[in-house]
């Protein structure tokens, strides 16, 4: 049976043709059988989980397959493999060797407007109603604010309140990694998030606005086959802004762990969506 630490087995549809309502399948396997959770827990509870995610309205219809990649110039291949990677990762988010979940995430890397909170939601979104997962998205400075507005003494939540539900998701999109200068306390917090994630194995989902490195900074780009190992990625072109990079944003103890935790989709020669959609507005 795969599994995953921390999983709540899902309640079975008392009318379901395949396991009778008791939410197991039986396995033939030349021996005394197996059994493995029937599909119709995860349908019951998709919704359930879907709704405990947190995902933020303005992104609530973003799928895999409504991502656009119409884009005129070199810019569209890179957001059909970045589209494709994400695709691979949900096809393979079992792991084969370990029989549950694989630990290591995605670092979506990109400037503003090339689609990286969407494909970020698009998997999460696929994750729950594939597999049954418990996700959960934040944007990091919004998540800061909240645990400081619980140092409020008429807060009605507690600061366990909002961290417990983030460390201990089975799937985690952490949005704008990076976007707010760190400050000791921020430090402590991102810190207390990464450890526990890395320690416990659980799958995390970055997008950030900065590179790994500069282009001045690396001999040349890696090669296709080298582009998900844990080492600097270069994100070529110039640096748009004095901060661009994530080793001017993050401590190199935290830079570590995230080499580790996630795999590089780099979406950065795409063009801007956002800006392309007000122009076409102003020509109307």
Sequence with gaps: MLTSPGVNLLAAKPDCPDC???????????????????????????????????IPPKYAECSLENFRTDVSGGGKNVLVQARQRCRDFVDNFISIEGGGFTERGLLLIGPPGVGKTHLAVAVL???????????????????????????????????????????DAEVLVLDELGAQKLTPF?????????????????????????RWQSRDSAAAAPREDQLNQPHAFDLSGPAPQSHSLLSDRLPPSLISRLREMAKTVPIEDAEDYRRNAQRARARV
């Design 20 to 54: 009778g309502g008791t939410g197991w399948i039986r396995v033939e396997d030349g021996g005394a059988g197996s059994a493995r959770r029937c599909p119709c827990g995860r349908d019951l509870a998709g919704p359930r989980l879907l709704a405990a995610a947190g």
């Design 125 to 167: 979104k696929e994750l729950i109603h594939r597999y049954g997962v418990r996700g959960r998205f934040i944007d990091f400075t919004g998540f800061i604010s909240r645990i400081q507005s619980t140092f409020d003494p008429s807060s009605e939540e507690s600061k366990h309140d909002v961290i417990d539900p983030v460390l």
């Design 186 to 210: 921020t430090q402590d917090i991102l810190y207390l998030v990464l450890n526990t994630r890395y320690n416990q194995r659980r799958a995390t989902i970055f997008t950030t606005n900065f």
